[in-house]
């Protein structure tokens, strides 16, 4: 019985952070936020490192490695506030992958990053947690559509989404739409077709690519996977979220740390004064147990197991909770200074908010577990 | 991560669940009424446990334990406590004094005391804490003065745990007042029938006596009664509060998931303002953040459980468990009261509101024990995270 990363996973995540240390140091991450740098420069790069490809089989071209991976390099991005869409890319290709899509070479270049591809979901105001709900030993039921903010009939897409992570940075669109007969239907969409329009919208964290999507009769290539697949998405959304709350929250914590050592007031470092060492034992002991958690449902979407769902939720959930008090205590323990513009602590306290609102906030899988227990 | 139950492992739990499905009969699981009854039928249970090879699993083979690993110890209380088996009566001899005893004990200290713990013959207690000695318990005070071949032990411990029924305490003692705090402390080991010795009974904010005071009058102990030498007392301390703290969060996860869905059974049934408890979002959401607490204390043990049998060390990760399933079970009683509200304030012994009462008021008592919250949280700091101190 082995919990956790194992050493290969732990020598991965030290080259993904020395990567990224090197390609997109702090500084550069000052540019784009300044508008100086557009801010995608990098993702070639991390595409050849293959990570892209870390969850997909050896057979369709990836590494054959697993969701644990992915939220291992997630985690990293994150940390390092990455502005390239990384994580958007690996679960949007993991998905191509997992429907089976096999036309016109498309999975080879989307793995490779040569074809940028991402997921389109989220309706404003509909729940996203998958509603997998069944008493155990029962068969699941997947997704319902009704979540879903396009429709679909004979081909034709119609609809709007409000929240598409980074989907002004991707020619190639993966729309779910509820289909005329009541399902899930799959498309792939070019971003510049017909009848479609991407909008960046201007968010609260100005690294954040949150756009909206609006589809007027437009059209696609059909891809197989119904509501099997929007479970698939929903469940490793989640996941893939809660990796970079994770990797928020520990990096908040750890800079929070050394500040706290290195800042003196009435002679001596403010860290020695107990109510910081407590609110940081605190914020350290949820974010290294929602990381335990994060692992454990990696681990379970891998395996796919039974409690898979439930792994999911309690991961976001806790993941949510953590990052949003170690970046809210990286401000305020940074004090005055904490609260420029100038700081970093504001863009990990930004984008802590909208990773815990994708795939369903922390309230949100808190109500999805309460509900799987009533059932029970 | 391979989370795949090892083959050994399979096996000891088929073999364990076998035995309980035959010897936990519905007798053993019944509420237990007071705190006598429930020591003597806990009594009970640990004999018949000790007879058929099932107490004191993680012991080596050759003091009658099976050699359990961490991850069998954990099975061992997953099982038992999911089935509401009864409490052990000589928890603090077999889990945390019986290591320090195989740590620093002789081999005549070890062949008398080992297999009298196991099979509850000899019941133990912990003499650790005193009225000026509570966090800090370097600062104890009470006195073993070396006279030829005998120690006299002067003055008092408080907070004994089931002192009353203890045949023996191990107690931590000040040796030499002029050595450094840290240096002068030796572990003596004594029954507690000796001359010199009364205790006196501490009732507790549930009405229960479960701890003691201990008072020392001039009681002569054998010098061979130090367990590891004189003025290693704090060195066998550090072995057993370390026991105490690893003990296996398992137990306490699954104790505890039991307890939630009985409550969550009650907040679907009881009504108030005309719908189900259960039906609040607020209080919905109460019950979410305790599933994720819960969850998160059990992949918290399995991290910890994997750590262990890797020999990887462990850091402050028994601190953060122990602070993470205290605060956690002191919500579950709080949430416990609302949901049963002014109904659940009158309830006669033996009610499921007294029941609940008892775990609501009993869980305030588990952020101070074994190491206050705010202590967990100074070690965490400055341990885990290398803060100044």
Redesign the interface.
Known sequence: MEFGLSEQDCAMAASVRSLLAARSPRNRVRDIVSGADAGDAVFADLAAAGWLAAAVTEERGGLGLGVLQLAVVAREAAAALLPEPLTSAMLAATLLAASGYDEDGLLEDVLAGTVRLALVHHAAGQPWVAAELHAPGEAGVDAEPDVLGVQEENGMLDGAVDIALDADRAELLLVPARSASGDVSWWLVSRDGLGVAVQRVEAMDPLAHLCRVELRGARGRAVSGGRRLLTVASQLGALLMAAELVGLAEQAVRTTVEFTGQRHQFGKPIGSFQALKHGLAESHTLTHMATNAVWYAADALDQDRPDRQRAVSVAKAAAGDAARMATAQMVQFHGGVGFTWEHDAHLFFKRAVWADLLFGDSAEHREHLVSRAEAM | ??????PS?AAFRAELTAWLDENLTPEWTEPSGDEEGWFLRSLKWDQLLAEAGWQAVSWPEEFGGRGATP?QQAIFDEELARRGAPRQSNQQGIRQFAVALMVHGTPEQKAEHLPKIRTSVEIWCQGFSETEAGSDLANVRLRARLEGEEFVLDGSKIWTSNAQHAHWIFCLCRTDPDVAKHAGMTMIMLPLDLPGIEIRPLIDMTGAHHFNEVFFDGVRVPRANALGGIGEGWSVAQTVLSAERGIAPTLRYATYARE??EL?AVA?RKRRRGRPV?DDDAT??R???L??RL???R??A??I???T??GQPLGV?PS?TK??WSETHQDLGELAMEVGGEAWQAGGSGSEAAAWQQVFLSSRAETIYAGTS?I???I???R??????
């Not at chain 2, 991560?1 to 090892?6: A, F, N, Q, R």
């Not at chain 2, 885990?384 to 101190?389: A, C, K, T």
Request: net charge negative; hydrophobic share 40%; charged share 25%.
């Open positions: 991560m391979d989370l795949t139950e090892s492992d991850s939630l869905q969550l679907r259960l919905r959401q019950f979410g953040d599933i994720v969850e998160l204390l992949t918290h399995l991290d459980a994997s750590r049998a890797h990760a953060m602070l993470h705010q967990q949280k100074n965490i700091a400055e885990g995270l290398g803060m100044p101190r």
